[in-house]
Every structure is written in structure tokens, then in C-alpha cells.
């Protein structure tokens, strides 16, 4: 087994086992949307990402879970650029979701009422709606943005390269029996082999290699930094992320639109 391959499959191995351990609700039952009568939808806006993050490896996550924990200052130091880099270019990931899906919304002549809800710590779906008190509304549409960022591949059967990487998850609840009218996880750029959701590829255009060519060259002296190469065009850091928000998007009321609700 040659080098890149046995990283490919430590990466993988080392993600399953942190996403298993703390991923929030990561095996969410997937429900093609129902026929129903929905006219008027309660939306609990996702509100701030909870997870803005560039995941770009150094040299330490080439040995497994050691070398993980050695990077993890390095990586809460890359969260502060791409936090400060968002406030830069005015780029609020869960306020943009909330105003284009709830103009996607009203113009297939949905009334619509936005709630800005508290969240916990973990992201994810409520597990109840009770707190909501009575809805007026026909259904309740729930969003969490799970992480939205750059990261690199997890599959060990395809490129590493690094995209933006974008978790989202959607709910649409019966206010009055609570029964799931439908539900969804969507990964944008990075897919996970493990993890039922649909799976929505970022363009080419947004990829950046992960290597300079020769295998993980990232362990070598004078190693080719995709770092260095994300953050010499901020622009397109957060374009990125902002295409991975339309994308979903436009998936997710495509589903909504199926039934004709």
C-alpha cells in the first residue's frame, strides 16, 4: 500500500472516529418530502455557523491522531483568519441563508414567518418543537448549518484536494400532528463516505491541490502550502463558501417544489 493511500485511509479512519464521537445527529433520517397542503411555513432561521472553519493540515496530521492534537492550535489560529476574513468581506453565513431561502420561499407564494432561534452549542435539528408554544403555520421548517468552510476529500478513493465544504440540515414538521414532511442533510464539496446525505460537488474551479505533486509533499523540506495558496486569493475563499450556500439551496426547494406544496 503506498504512502498516500495509507494517509488517505488514516485521514478517513481518524475523522469517522471523531465525527462518531461527537458529530451531532449525523445519521438523520432522510425523508422524501410527502404530499401535503403547506401554505405557510414557520422558518427557525439557522443563525450564526457554528463551525466557520479552513481545516488545511501541516505536516502533523500525516500521523494519525498524535499528530491531529499537535495541529489543533494551528487550526483554531486558521479559524481567526477565515472569521476575520468573513467580517472583511461582510459574508454572515447564516443571515445570507435565511434571506435567500426566505425569498426563494415567497416567490412559490409561501407566507412566511421568520424565527431567529436559540441554539445550543451543538449544532444540529431541535429534537422537539414544543418551546415554539401554538404555530399558526401550517409547518415548521428547521435549519441547522452544521460547519461551513474549506476543507480537504475524506474519500480514499478520490482526490484530496481541497473545496469548500459545506454541512447542512433541513426538517419540514407538521405543526399540528409533528409528523416529518421532510428531512435532509446536505454536504456540499466534501463528502464523507460514511455519512447518508445528499452529496452536491463544488465546481473545479474551486479546487486547490493538496500536494505539489509527489505524493505528501506537505513532509518535505520545501513543501508546496495550500494554505498559503487559499488565502492568496480572499475573494475566492469566500466565494466559495457563499456558492456552497446557493447550491444547497437551490437543492434544497427543488425538494420542497417536488410535491407541489
Not at 418530502?33 to 463551525?51: D, H, Q, R, Y
Not at 483568519?81 to 426563494?104: A, R, V
Request: aromatic share 8%; charged share 25%.
Amino acid at each position: 500500500m503506498g504512502k498516500k493511500l495509507v494517509i488517505n485511509y488514516l485521514i478517513l479512519l481518524m475523522s469517522t472516529i471523531l465525527i462518531s464521537a461527537c458529530g451531532p445527529n449525523l445519521q438523520v433520517q432522510r425523508v422524501p418530502i410527502k404530499e401535503n397542503s403547506v401554505k405557510s411555513i414557520t422558518f427557525l432561521e439557522p443563525g450564526p455557523a457554528k463551525s466557520l472553519t479552513i481545516n488545511i493540515p501541516g505536516a502533523g496530521t500525516g500521523f494519525g491522531v498524535i499528530g491531529a492534537l499537535a495541529y489543533l492550535p494551528e487550526l483554531k489560529e486558521d479559524n481567526k483568519k477565515i472569521d476575520n476574513l468573513s467580517s472583511k468581506f461582510n459574508f454572515n453565513p447564516g443571515k445570507e441563508f435565511s434571506d435567500l431561502l426566505k425569498s426563494k420561499l415567497a416567490s412559490s407564494n409561501f407566507s412566511v414567518e421568520a424565527i431567529l432561534v436559540e441554539r445550543n452549542k451543538v449544532p444540529g435539528l431541535f429534537k422537539s418543537y414544543d418551546f415554539l408554544g401554538e404555530v399558526n403555520s401550517d409547518a415548521i421548517l428547521d435549519i441547522s448549518i452544521d460547519k461551513i468552510g474549506w476543507e480537504t476529500g475524506m474519500n480514499i478513493h478520490s482526490s484530496l484536494d481541497w473545496r469548500p465544504s459545506t454541512v447542512v440540515q433541513a426538517a419540514l414538521i407538521d405543526s399540528k400532528t409533528k409528523e416529518i414532511l421532510y428531512s435532509e442533510r446536505f454536504m456540499y464539496g466534501n463528502h464523507h463516505p460514511l455519512i447518508n446525505a445528499k452529496k452536491i460537488d463544488a465546481p473545479k474551479e474551486y479546487y486547490i491541490k493538496s500536494t505539489g505533486g509527489s505524493g505528501y509533499d506537505d513532509l518535505e523540506e520545501e513543501a508546496y502550502d495550500p494554505k498559503k495558496e487559499l488565502l492568496s486569493d480572499e475573494a475566492r475563499l469566500i466565494q466559495g463558501m457563499r456558492l456552497s450556500i446557493n447550491s444547497i439551496i437551490e437543492q434544497l426547494s427543488a425538494d420542497l417544489m417536488k410535491k407541489n406544496l
